[in-house]
């Protein structure tokens, strides 16, 4: 019965029985890179917080003086450059197989992560 169910299922959405290993596989590596990614992009916040932390004490005893325009500036480009990459990269993800279980368990990943 359940085994008639799941092959209604599949033959509703188009899917072989042979496609869902790799799809569910998917789905774990999917998971993982979004676990990974989120893991480390923690890591790298608190440590440039830590980072601007330090600068403030400093300039708060005295030791710098920050011009807070040009560090605007900068972080500006950086974001700027950020941008520029999205756009080359976006195309690419729907061209890729299977790309909703991957990107379903990458959200996943980056949810429990």
Do not use: C, H, W
């Amino acid at each position: 019965m359940l085994k008639r169910l799941i092959s209604a299922i599949l033959l509703i959405i188009q899917v072989k029985m042979s496609d869902l290993v790799p799809l569910g596989m998917l789905g774990a590596t999917g998971f993982l890179v979004g676990y990974a990614i989120k893991k480390l992009v923690k890591a790298v916040l608190f440590f440039v917080g830590l980072f601007l932390l330090a600068l403030i004490s400093l300039e708060y005893a005295g030791a710098i003086k920050i011009y807070y325009d040009k560090l605007g500036e900068v972080v500006l480009k950086a974001l700027n450059s950020m941008q520029a990459v999205l756009p080359e990269i976006l195309p690419v993800l729907p061209g890729l197989l299977y790309s909703v279980s991957f990107a379903s368990g990458f959200l996943l990943g980056l949810m429990k992560g």
